[in-house]
């Protein structure tokens, strides 16, 4: 079952331009899925740098001139070039072909920006536009629903639907969005082979971790720690590896699409934190499948701070994949007066606390509109489509 995403539209708009696509993502988000339909109706070639086969042909067309490369690859309208990481010449092979003005579109597919980034975008600045996808959002998975109709408004979903909003959500918290998660019905043992097989593997293939068991054990501590500040020299001590490693590894980490980190919002006044940072997980699934958590019920102990990393994924997510110009941050005073969210954009700037039941205003709120004039919505599982729809 395919699960239509938002980004297509976006994909399919780029294709009418000149200019090389660069689709980034984690592994088994589905970027090969996505793409292979334009490959179709385009009448495409996808190679796989994977494969040792299609790695060869790439190659050997890099040999030719950009003219005779292209009828050496069947002159297709479309080239996709899948795990281009995989090929550290990609870069400098396209760069020849788009400035010998081909009209082959070409799309390069990369699980992880560890070295398509450094060795790629250099060759081709100017030349590409870059997507990424993330897993799944929650408003791709609703919409996909057998009861949801294009013509339901947030106000009839969470009145009218609401049991099967809430439990959608519920599911989507503990299992997260990776398509195949989504679809199988097997999501435990799915997302525990994610987490044993594919997470790392690029961080691993990197060469810059001589060992897997450390950035394991970085990885269970920072599950635990999901949506709290986080003290890097703690880490360190608890690892027992020095400082600029742990930091090393929070950047594999980042750069692969595990983790994300955001900042503490501050203008300076002088009773505001604003040097603090926290960390979140793109994926709640894959935070969950590390602490072996797969609890669907309401009231597991660690509910409004699961609640909080999935609300601040989903805005991230979005941020992410529409390209936004908007930064997101949490905000906290020295009394411990705090805001889960705050997204700042060109116009527009905006709290939100997340409960997962109702509540009054916190003190949070109260503190940051004090400070700032903006009152901080308070966003509930009940509420939660009011902020990503």
């Known amino acids: 079952m395919y699960i239509d995403r938002d980004i297509e539209a976006e994909v399919a708009k780029l294709l009418d331009d000149s200019k090389i696509i660069m689709l980034l993502g984690a592994r088994q988000v589905g970027k090969t899925t996505m793409i292979e339909p334009f490959v179709r109706r385009e009448g495409g070639l996808l190679l796989n740098c994977d494969i040792e086969v299609d790695k060869a042909r790439i190659l050997a067309a890099s040999t030719l001139t950009p003219q005779d490369a292209m009828r050496s690859l069947g002159s297709p309208r479309l080239l996709v070039i899948d795990e281009a990481q995989n090929l550290p010449e990609i870069g400098r092979i396209v760069k020849g072909w788009y400035d010998a003005r081909v009209t082959t579109k070409i799309v390069l597919l990369g699980s992880s920006s560890l070295n398509l980034l450094d060795q790629t ?53 503990v299992y997260g969005g990776y398509p195949e998660v989504v679809t199988t019905g097997d999501k435990e043992k799915y997302l ?40 890097v020299s703690e880490l360190s001590g608890t690892l027992g590896i020095a400082r600029p490693t742990v930091e090393n590894y ?84 020295t009394d411990g007066a705090e805001v889960d969210l705050v997204i700042r954009g060109t116009d527009t700037f905006k709290a939100y606390e997340m409960k997962w039941s109702k509540q009054n205003a916190t003190r949070g709120t109260k503190s940051f509109t004090n400070a700032y004039g903006i009152p901080a919505e308070i966003i509930t599982k009940d509420t939660v489509l009011d902020l990503l729809m």
Request: glycine fraction near 6%; hydrophobic fraction near 40%.
């Open 192 to 231: 525990l082979n994610i987490t044993s097989d594919y997470l790392l593997r690029d961080v691993l293939q990197s060469g810059l971790v001589k060992s897997p068991e450390p950035i394991k054990q970085l990885l269970s501590l920072l599950a635990h720690q999901t949506g709290s500040k986080v003290n």
């Open 250 to 333: 929070l950047e594999l980490l980042e750069r692969s699409y595990v983790i994300f980190r955001v900042g503490s919002f501050s203008t300076n006044l002088r009773n505001e934190i604003g040097s603090d940072r926290k960390i979140f997980f793109w994926d709640t699934g894959v935070r969950n499948a590390l602490l072996k958590e797969f609890s669907l019920s309401p009231l597991r102990s660690d509910i409004g701070s699961l609640f909080e990393t999935w609300v601040v994924g989903e805005v991230a997510k979005q941020n992410l994949m529409s390209g936004s110009k908007n930064d997101i941050y949490f905000w906290r005073k």
């Open 121 to 173: 975008a250099e060759p081709l600045t100017g030349r590409n536009e870059k997507i990424h996808l993330t897993p799944l959002l929650f408003t791709e998975v609703l919409r996909n629903q057998s009861w949801y109709s294009p013509q339901f408004t947030k106000e009839h979903l969470q009145n009218q639907f609401a049991e099967q909003v809430q439990t959608l959500l519920m599911q989507h918290i």
